[in-house]
């Protein structure tokens, strides 16, 4: 029974990890090595989140059965019988958790997880990383433009580490194996916290920001205008660059046949193109006198093409789902004066049986146009409330009498009640928290386009990989921030209290005395300037100032962007109304076309020839209107005439498998990107 919520919670993190990179990532093109680093990040990562609230409350009965034995024996003289008689204070009784397990489970969890992470994040995925975007055409070539891509990386970090190192001996400190990796632990934990009460500065306002702002009908629809009027302009971007590579490997392939000593490597490039791009390459017209290639130019036109490649599906991806998204706000708007309360769609969409059932039309009108509002509103109060104690208590959890931070009175109260669900259940809760707001902020960084995390397997492995660094950067860090609210760390607040074995693994930062006393403690404390200068949307103005476009209510260009998205929208939805009033038309011919010969075949079935066997298998009426023309289909003439963004944004599962399979390109040593 003890280990019951334990094994719970282990299995919890793991179905956790697999399902953000399923959505994410595409298990079945990346690189089973790729997919097996990046789930092992993520994997403990939220090991962590959920096991350390247990070690937290193992910890308080530890405690607790601690001052229970070191209770002092007082002797005592008789004076009647003048006899010497010990008296023994009242003992305590402390109350076992149910959760407890053995003192010997979370310190090697602990050593397993901490370690590994380290490893993953500061020496394997780096070189991954770079392993995955580079151009090479061989393993050889592939690694060594991973080390030197990596080689400034690493000896910077060096660097400073030799000077710290020099610091430390000039200070007189000697130095042993557990020095040594108390220092690179706590210098590792020490970026994390700077990353992470940068992140948090952010998200701790924008959070409950965006829920409150979601739950207004018309700012999300005027936000989803503007936002697609931006990602119209990188579509239109990421085809040009398409353009442009597909122009330089037209004369590539021109100048390179089929006998040269580079064509397999042409040949390599060309296979990783989808089909609609091939054909395109394939009509290009080449140049007269193409002129003959070399390693390193087909060396870097490999790297471009793949990261243009990634760029534009990735941009193809997003404008469906966007558009998908405001199709679905204009109806929300648009249903609001339905009087029969029921949610009409202007594109049906075919839904499940079930999903129709559970979710009928009415009960969706009630949900879309009364009670989601309000659900917003409430989630967006309970976000501000947290964010406000976090907030509070990254400012005070220093000061140990009186106790100012939110959570550590929280967990002090819990203790004297043993109460161990309170405290598994609210550490969890704030860890959950901070782990959703440092996340949810590292999902929406978009880095100069180099790398971004996209849902409907859209992301490359370039950008999972960094995702997984920045994972286990992350966590140690905002873990023992975690434990210092809540008073759990002796270093912090400078008085013995017992440490939790995911302290002692990690280990101080007490060998530099700047970082222990001044960083770790008075840093965190920005938080609130960072938190204001988020509300005054400070960061926003500055960014729209620079020419990188911004959603700043009051600003002309904003107004711009906005009513262009508005007139994008109408577009698209005049072309996908066009497209489904074809679709319409042909299957009612289909329809008419197949019950006239049906009604002659009848009448006249005696003066025709007995048709072959192939053609005389059961023909569905629209096969039938198809047999006098072209074998082309309804999705391929509806491409050709409105565009493909007249079909739905996100096809069905086994389609996408069906034509990534189709074009995809020989497996290869991460060269399947």
């Not at 008296?87 to 010997?104: A, I, L």
């Not at 910077?156 to 020099?166: N, V």
């Not at 990353?195 to 629809?221: D, H, Q």
């Not at 023909?619 to 005439?641: F, G, K």
Request: with cysteine; charged share 20%.
């Amino acid at each position: 029974m003890a280990y019951t919520l334990f094994v719970i919670e282990i299995i919890s993190a793991f179905i956790l990890a697999a399902t953000l990179l399923y959505r994410y990532g595409d298990v079945y093109r990346n690189h089973i090595i790729v997919t097996v680093a990046v789930v092992t990040a993520w994997y403990f990562s939220f090991v962590i989140m959920f096991i350390l609230p247990l070690d937290v409350s193992s910890t308080v009965y530890r405690q607790c059965m601690q001052n229970s034995n070191s209770t002092t024996v007082a002797p005592s003289v008789s004076p009647l019988h003048n006899e010497s008689t010990t008296t023994v204070p009242p003992v305590t009784k402390c109350q076992k958790p149910w959760s407890f397990v053995d003192d010997s489970v979370f310190p090697n969890l602990w050593r397993v997880v901490y370690w590994t992470s380290q490893c993953l994040t500061w020496l394997i995925m780096p070189m991954m990383q770079s392993y995955s975007k580079a151009g090479d055409f061989t393993v050889k070539g592939k690694l060594k433009s991973a080390l030197v891509d990596n080689a400034i990386y690493y000896g910077s970090y060096l660097f400073i580490c030799g000077i710290l190192l020099i610091y430390i001996a000039l200070k007189g400190v000697s130095l042993d194996w557990a020095k040594i990796k108390a220092i690179a632990s706590s210098a590792s934990n020490t970026w994390g916290l700077f990353l992470l009460i940068l992140l948090l500065g952010y998200a701790l306002v924008e959070v409950p920001r965006n829920l409150w702002n979601n739950s207004k009908k018309n700012y999300t629809l005027t936000y989803t205008y503007f936002k697609i009027a931006k990602l119209s302009t990188d579509k239109c971007e990421a085809e040009e660059n398409m353009d442009d590579i597909l122009d330089s490997l037209s004369s590539i392939t021109a100048a390179v046949g089929p006998g040269h000593p580079l064509h397999r490597h042409v040949e390599t490039i060309v296979q990783k193109l989808p089909v609609q791009l091939r054909e395109r390459l394939n009509s290009r017209q080449a140049p007269e006198r193409p002129a003959a290639p070399s390693l390193k130019s087909l060396v870097n036109l490999h790297k471009k093409m793949i990261k243009a490649l990634h760029v534009l599906q990735r941009t193809e991806t997003q404008w469906g789902i966007t558009l998908e998204r405001v199709f679905h706000l204009e109806d929300v708007s648009t249903n609001l004066r339905a009087p029969d309360r029921r949610f009409t769609h202007t594109f049906h969409t075919a839904r499940p049986r079930a999903l129709r059932l559970l979710y009928p039309p009415t009960t969706e009108w009630y949900w879309e146009c009364i009670l989601k509002q309000y659900f917003l509103k409430t989630m967006a109060v309970v976000t501000g409330i947290m964010s406000l104690a976090l907030v509070w208590s990254e400012m005070t959890f220093f000061c140990k009498q009186p106790v100012l931070s939110i959570f550590a009175n929280i967990l002090n109260a819990a203790k004297y009640t043993y109460n161990y669900a309170a405290i598994v259940w609210v550490s969890t809760l704030v860890i959950a928290y901070m782990f959703y707001c440092a996340y949810s902020t590292v999902l929406k960084i978009r880095l100069l386009n180099l790398w971004y995390l996209a849902p409907h397997h859209q992301t490359n492995e370039y950008s999972l990989i960094f995702s997984g660094m920045m994972v286990c950067r992350l966590t140690p860090a905002m873990c023992l921030n975690f434990l210092s609210l809540v008073h759990m760390d002796s270093h912090v607040i400078k008085e013995y209290v017992m440490e939790t074995y995911y302290t002692q693994i990690m280990g101080h930062m007490d060998v530099l005395g700047i970082i222990a006393e001044g960083f770790n403690i008075y840093f965190p404390m920005l938080v609130v300037l960072l938190c204001a200068a988020t509300y005054l949307s400070l960061g926003s103005r500055l960014l729209s100032l620079c020419g990188f476009h911004q959603f700043v209510g009051d600003d002309e260009l904003t107004t711009d962007l906005v009513d262009e998205g508005r007139e994008i929208v109408k577009r698209e939805k005049r072309k996908r109304q066009r497209a489904e009033e074809s679709l319409t038309r042909r299957r009612d011919y289909s329809e008419r076309y197949a019950n006239y010969r049906t009604k002659r075949d009848n009448q006249d079935g005696d003066y025709y020839v007995q048709p072959s066997p192939e053609r005389s298998q059961p023909i569905s009426a629209y096969q039938r209107a198809e047999l006098p023309y072209n074998r082309t289909t309804v999705d391929d003439e509806l491409d050709q005439r409105f565009g493909a963004s007249t079909l739905p944004a996100i096809q069905s599962e086994f389609d996408e498998r069906r034509r990534d399979k189709m074009s995809a390109p020989p497996r290869g040593l991460f060269d399947d990107v």
